[in-house]
């Protein structure tokens, strides 16, 4: 049997995971106005529980980048998605603020496997001129699973309760390795079900020195950490992570204290922003892909990453100085994530430009993991600069976004492979 377009199959499983690993962790936020009633926890306790998330998220990027190099893909994505999803059941037995930072931290650990396992992917089933759109593709997923949790968390919610609601979507992901086991048999060059032309098209489309990918070795940390290319992607991800996530984990919680808005509430507006996000992902892929066709790679990348950054600034200087209405902040917020998605999208791709496929989840996995460093420190600053107002945290995020921007371009003088 042979399947057209199989890499496109393939990557719309990962988005679906994508999906799933967002709604996976959107419900706490969602849910947590009546949660932290229950279990006696106040907003000090919520920051210290999603510090929790992102500082094995954060381990978690790095540690999944390696493995996914040593075992694969296809093997990377099952454990992934089997122990996020055991985690999400188990939050069904928190107690506390210590058992809910204890389920909260392995699902951290297990989701962060989910991004430097897509760029590995991409690398694999993609050739340079697909991959950003392939990247988009997968980013969408953030941005539609976001649309779908808030929503489909509220209904759950008011259905069953919390506790169910995290059984109900654990489930689901237990659910997706089935099909991907299916789908995902081997490498392109040796799946069955590949057809002659598509193989030809993806090996035909790496960069020559890397059209032998299966045989390179993996580079060392050192290694990779030896160019300053590598120093480009991390400092890039450092700088702009903190954007997607301050909205991720904390613009529930802005709704139900600057809105007084309750569960329900909150899933009527949070799912809207995502929107943006995702037509943001796609947008971002098919504009690097339209670029490359008359341009060069670096030039397609950086002009790509540049503009998502302008975008970022001044929407949330519009969020700052005009958002005094519900309907009127989310709408910037869908502008922002726009702007974010249409840049990160390219950013991830790079460490697949630099790097041979057995290295390409490290870097991605660093990169990751260092962004995550600084959500950490954004999650630690946002109860403190935000009892008056939110604006010192908005003000701070369009800062970072010039600050990605600039990290690109200077510390990746052109954007192609590395030799080491």
């Not at 590995?120 to 649309?147: L, Y």
């Not at 086991?181 to 020559?208: D, V």
């Amino acid at each position: 049997m042979k399947v057209k377009g199989l890499r496109w199959w393939i990557i719309g499983l990962v988005c679906l995971a994508t999906i799933i690993n967002y709604i996976d962790r959107s419900a706490l936020g969602i849910m947590w106005p009546e949660m932290s009633k229950d279990l006696g926890l106040t907003e000090t306790d919520y920051a210290w529980v999603i510090n929790i998330f992102t500082i094995t998220y954060a381990a978690g990027k790095f540690i999944s980048g390696k493995v996914y190099d040593k075992v694969g893909t296809k093997i990377g994505f099952v454990l992934s998605i089997f122990f996020w999803s055991l985690a999400s059941v188990l939050h069904f037995f928190a107690k506390g603020a210590a058992s809910l930072g204890i389920f909260r931290g392995l699902l951290g650990v297990a989701e962060a496997g989910n991004w430097p396992g897509a760029v590995k992917n991409n690398a694999e089933w993609f050739p340079i001129q697909e991959r950003a759109m392939a990247q988009g593709i997968f980013n969408a997923g953030a941005g539609i699973g976001s649309i779908v949790a808030a929503p489909t968390v509220a209904e759950l919610f008011g259905a069953y309760g919390w506790k169910a609601t995290f059984v109900i979507i654990g489930v689901m992901g237990f659910l997706w390795i089935i099909p991907w086991l299916i789908m995902n048999k081997k490498k392109p060059k040796l799946h069955p079900w590949i057809t002659n032309e598509e193989k030809e098209h993806i090996i035909s489309g790496r960069h020559e020195s890397r059209k032998d990918d299966d045989s390179v070795k993996g580079l060392s940390v050192g290694e990779i950490l030896s160019k300053k290319e590598s120093w480009g992607v991390i400092a890039a991800r450092f700088f702009i992570e903190p954007i997607w996530w301050l909205f991720v984990f904390w613009m529930p919680i802005y709704l139900f204290k600057e809105f007084n808005f309750n569960v329900k509430e909150i899933g009527y507006y949070a799912w809207f922003p995502y929107v943006g996000a995702m037509l943001g992902s796609l947008a971002g892929g098919w504009y690097a892909q339209k670029l490359l066709k008359t341009n060069s790679l670096d030039f397609s990348r950086k002009r790509t990453i540049a503009i998502g950054a302008a975008v970022i600034v001044v929407s949330i200087l519009g969020a700052i100085f005009f958002a005094d209405t519900p309907l009127k902040f989310v709408s910037f917020v869908f502008v922002v994530l726009f702007g974010f998605q249409f840049s990160i999208s390219n950013i991830q791709t790079i460490p697949s430009d630099l790097l041979s496929g057995k290295s390409v989840g490290t870097l991605a996995g660093l990169g990751g993991s260092i962004g995550a460093v600084s959500v950490i420190i954004m999650n630690w600053l946002i109860p403190i600069i935000t009892t008056e107002s939110y604006a010192p945290a908005f003000i701070i995020l369009a800062i970072l976004a010039p600050l990605a921007v600039l990290s690109i371009y200077i510390l990746i003088k052109e954007i192609k492979p590395v030799d080491i």
